[in-house]
């Protein structure tokens, strides 16, 4: 009788057991959360920390798409880790590493920026061309800026800066107050192909633009940014360095 009483008794805690393991809202294998500083695939990464700006294939966000092999090409490895470690001061890029305050690992950048590189990239995109360097220690001039503007810039921006037929105002107070000097620089160089607008090779046919002319409108371009960005701006712009 007794032994009979314990193979029901187990019977029934093998029964209870089962139940449980199939009970509904238990977790399936591979059901756990992954610790996000354990997360290693390019496409959840990029897509949680940047996509939201650069899009999701890497373009048709509000910044500069990263799916641009000439941008890949002028800004190597250790700048586009630098932007992605530490963020861009003076823009609305932030920082993603932990060691800068974000929610990245080391590894985790490693993979997001050998990710962009590998799906993005091509090495040979700018052979037989001779690309401004991505950033100069030679200041700009606003006044030379203010000709080579209105050679190479004003046919698509409008003489003063403001909008023309092609192009929208490039001396919008919320756009400048959005990019530091380099990111006007960049934006030179590389173009917004995903906008329509030139790298520098394209703005004149057969006349690329120099380093020089690139930090002389840079340089232009800076000196039009409001006094105290984010104020309400009047309908005409602050131009303070006027192509004529």
Not at 98 to 127: C, F, H, N
Not at 143 to 171: D, N, P, T
Not at 219 to 233: E, N, V
């Amino acid at each position: 009788m007794k032994f009979c009483t314990m193979v029901f008794a187990a019977a029934g805690l093998c029964a209870l057991f089962c139940g449980c393991a199939g009970a509904p809202g238990r977790p399936a294998a591979g059901d756990e959360p992954v610790v996000p500083g354990e997360i290693t695939d390019f496409n959840v990464l990029y897509g949680q920390n940047c996509a939201g700006c650069h899009g999701d294939h890497g373009k048709g966000g509000a910044a500069i798409p990263l799916a641009d092999p000439v941008y890949l090409a002028v800004a190597d490895d250790t700048i586009v880790r630098h932007a992605t470690t530490d963020g861009i001061s003076g823009t609305s890029m932030p920082a993603f590493a932990q060691s800068a305050g974000g929610m990245l690992t080391e590894k985790q950048i490693d993979l997001i920026v050998s990710g962009i590189r590998e799906r993005w990239g091509q090495p040979d995109v700018l052979r037989g061309a001779n690309p401004p360097p991505y950033s100069s220690s030679q200041p700009g001039d606003a006044s030379r800026g203010s000709l080579a503007y209105a050679e190479f810039c004003s046919s698509c921006h409008g003489a003063r800066g403001r909008g023309g037929q092609k192009a929208s105002s490039i001396v919008d107070g919320s756009f400048l107050a959005l990019l530091n000097d380099q990111g006007l620089r960049t934006i030179v160089i590389v173009g917004r192909p995903d906008l329509g607008a030139p790298d520098w090779r394209g703005n004149i046919p057969g006349k690329p633009m120099s380093s020089q002319d690139i930090s002389d409108v840079v340089a232009w371009l800076a000196s039009q940014r409001a006094k105290f960005p984010g104020q309400p701006y009047s309908n005409s712009a602050n131009v303070t360095g006027a192509v004529r």
